[in-house]
């Protein structure tokens, strides 16, 4: 594993209250568990997927469904 891959990349996190999208890099996400929306001023919980990954779209997902 070689150190800087995407932890300078942004993504966005949209707000499940008012649908605002916050941008966060992964770098600050992973030492985050939550962030509050600057829109509606809610709590989002980063880990319950409210994700949005960058153009990353590929076999390499798993499928948990
Ligand atoms: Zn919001």
């Known amino acids: 594993m070689s150190g800087s891959s995407y932890e300078d990349d942004e ?3 949209i ?4 649908e ?3 941008r966060k890099s992964i770098g600050w996400i992973r030492k985050h568990t939550q962030i ?3 829109g ?3 709590r989002i919980d ?3 997927r ?6 990353r779209t590929g076999g ?4 948990s469904r």
């Open 36 to 38: 509050e929306c600057p």
């Open 60 to 63: 390499n997902g798993d499928p």
């Open 46 to 48: 980063i880990e319950s």
């Open 11 to 13: 993504i966005g996190i």
């Open 20 to 22: 605002y999208e916050i």
């Open 50 to 55: 409210n994700f949005r990954m960058p153009g």
């Open 15 to 18: 707000c499940p209250a008012c």
């Open 40 to 42: 509606c001023g809610q």
